[in-house]
């Protein structure tokens, strides 16, 4: 699904079950999710199954995929991308950074938030005020969540290329449904690539298989 929201030079791989990932996991994985719970370590190991999947379409050999600072992926040299996991459903994507500056990637199970005050620590009042006109046009889609999910790739797009963390509320979306498309306008100072500052992001989603997923691509 999610090579519907990316353009071609990256390569992308999703699973929507786990078939022993631990297997072949790398012993420095498994050194991370020793003492984990079976669900952390299968949905850790198949997310990073899905990773090797896409890296090899790109050529690079299988190698551990491993945490760095801000617990985004450490990936390959002159390799960017993103890796998303939720129940049912693990995917990455990856592309060499001379095509691509950076990727974001989330997926989420197509539910309303539950708790108010979750929606309210990660959406502004003007975001909040599209929810109506949203759900009249598309009762289907849970909004909310939906919100949650762009928010979440902005993140993974902001931080390789800042190394700083993003609060949910340093960033304006807004979404459309009219092209299943989203644009989040930074509220802080965003980072210079190629001589250029990023005031805004924009990426596109879809929902499907009782999941949404949101994906940004900033190309070089």
């Known amino acids: 699904m999610i090579d519907k929201l990316l353009p071609a030079p990256i390569a992308t791989a999703?699973?929507?079950?786990?078939?022993?990932?631990?297997?072949?996991?790398?012993?420095?994985?498994?050194?991370?999710?020793?003492?984990?719970?079976?669900?952390?370590?299968?949905?850790?190991?198949t997310v990073r199954r899905c990773a090797r999947s896409a890296l090899s379409e790109l050529g690079v050999a299988p190698a551990p995929i491993l945490p760095g600072p801000g617990r985004a992926p450490r990936w390959p040299d002159g390799i960017v991308g993103a890796m998303t996991h939720c129940t049912g459903f693990r995917a990455a994507a990856v592309a060499r950074s001379t095509d691509v500056v950076t990727i974001g990637l989330d997926a989420e199970p197509n539910?309303?938030?539950?708790?108010?005050?979750?929606?309210?620590?990660?959406?502004?009042?003007?975001?909040?005020?599209?929810?109506?006109?949203?759900?009249?046009l598309e009762p289907q889609v849970?909004?909310?969540?939906?919100?949650?999910?762009?928010?979440?790739?902005?993140?993974?797009?902001?931080?390789?290329?800042?190394?700083?963390?993003?609060?949910?509320?340093?960033?304006?979306?807004?979404?459309?449904?009219?092209?299943?498309t989203f644009t989040a306008r930074l509220l802080v100072p965003g980072p210079v690539v190629a001589g250029t500052r990023i005031t805004e992001f924009t990426g596109r989603w879809l929902v499907a298989s009782g999941l949404v997923i949101t994906a940004i691509a900033v190309m070089a």
């Open 14 to 45: 999703e699973a929507f079950h786990d078939d022993d990932p631990v297997s072949d996991m790398f012993p420095e994985e498994l050194a991370l999710v020793a003492r984990a719970v079976p669900k952390r370590q299968k949905e850790f190991g």
């Open 142 to 180: 849970c909004w909310d969540r939906l919100l949650f999910s762009a928010k979440e790739s902005v993140y993974k797009a902001w931080y390789p290329l800042t190394g700083r963390w993003l609060d949910f509320h340093e960033a304006h979306l807004t979404l459309d449904p009219t092209d299943a």
């Open 111 to 136: 539910q309303p938030i539950a708790d108010p005050s979750v929606v309210d620590a990660i959406a502004l009042p003007e975001e909040r005020a599209q929810f109506p006109g949203l759900t009249a």
